[in-house]
């Protein structure tokens, strides 16, 4: 079974407004960590924002915050003002203790941000 | 903040030969690393994890003699493609766990086997 899930392939977004990027997950830990990357044509892996399984608030960095929704299993990535430097391929990714602390990812979402 | 420099960015081999990429930790102690493989606008896929002194845990799937993984020192973690074709041609990325708020990446590699 997939544990993370990111059902948009792709998404065009206008500058200057904000874009939702879904991502469930699927785990049986109480305890789990939740992340975000972007990863630009050149191939770097971005960290943007991480989100603990405890943690009450949503997450926020800058132009980005997580809408964490236990209870629904959910951790879109909310980007306010996208710029055209936020075109990119962005990946929801889970560690969880019972699988070694691995990185599992998401199949990623392309956004494109049109001028 | 945590550095992992992968190296090289990208290289061209022939087919049959074998090629090394290095990931290095510059200002701390990687006990662990974590190599990927990426298709163009697929998944990174884990190929395996790397402990310090000890031997690779593959993912199943993975030919263990066809890549080949040394983490002989806290610094430093090795993936030599042996005998490469065609169809190893991908994007290869290492990461190192740094706490509890995770992995620093390496800049990637982008192997092409002609």
């Known amino acids: 079974a997939q544990k993370i899930t990111q059902t948009q392939p792709g998404m065009f977004v206008q500058e200057k407004e904000a874009v939702t990027l879904d991502c469930t997950y699927d785990?049986?830990?109480?305890?789990?960590?939740l992340f975000w990357y972007k990863q630009p044509s050149s191939g770097e892996m971005i960290f943007l924002i991480y989100?603990?399984?405890?943690?009450?608030q949503n997450a926020t960095e800058g132009r980005y915050s997580l809408n964490f929704q236990k209870a629904r299993k959910s951790a879109n990535l909310v980007i306010s003002a996208s710029q055209l430097g936020d075109s990119a391929m962005y990946f929801c990714?889970?560690?969880?203790?019972?699988?070694?602390?691995?990185?599992?990812f998401g199949a990623g979402t392309t956004v494109t941000v049109r001028a | 903040g945590a550095v992992v420099s992968q190296h090289p960015s990208w290289v061209i081999c022939k087919s049959g030969t074998s090629v090394k990429i290095e990931c290095r930790s510059l200002?701390?102690?990687?006990?662990?690393m974590f190599w990927y493989r990426q298709f163009p606008k697929q998944s990174l896929m884990l190929m395996a994890t790397?402990?310090?002194?000890?031997?690779?845990?593959?993912e199943q799937g993975v030919e263990k003699d066809k890549f080949l993984i040394n983490h002989a020192s806290l610094t430093l973690s090795t993936l030599t493609v042996t005998s490469a074709h065609p169809e190893d041609s991908s994007f290869y990325i290492c990461?190192?766990?740094?706490?509890?708020?995770?992995?620093?990446f390496g800049s990637g590699t982008r192997l092409t086997v002609v």
């Open positions: 989100q603990g399984s405890y943690d009450e």
């Open positions: 790397s402990n310090e002194g000890s031997k690779a845990t593959y």
């Open positions: 200002d701390f102690q990687a006990t662990t």
């Open positions: 990714a889970m560690r969880e203790g019972s699988n070694d602390y691995k990185l599992s």
């Open positions: 785990t049986s830990d109480q305890s789990y960590g």
């Open positions: 990461s190192a766990g740094t706490g509890n708020y995770g992995y620093t």
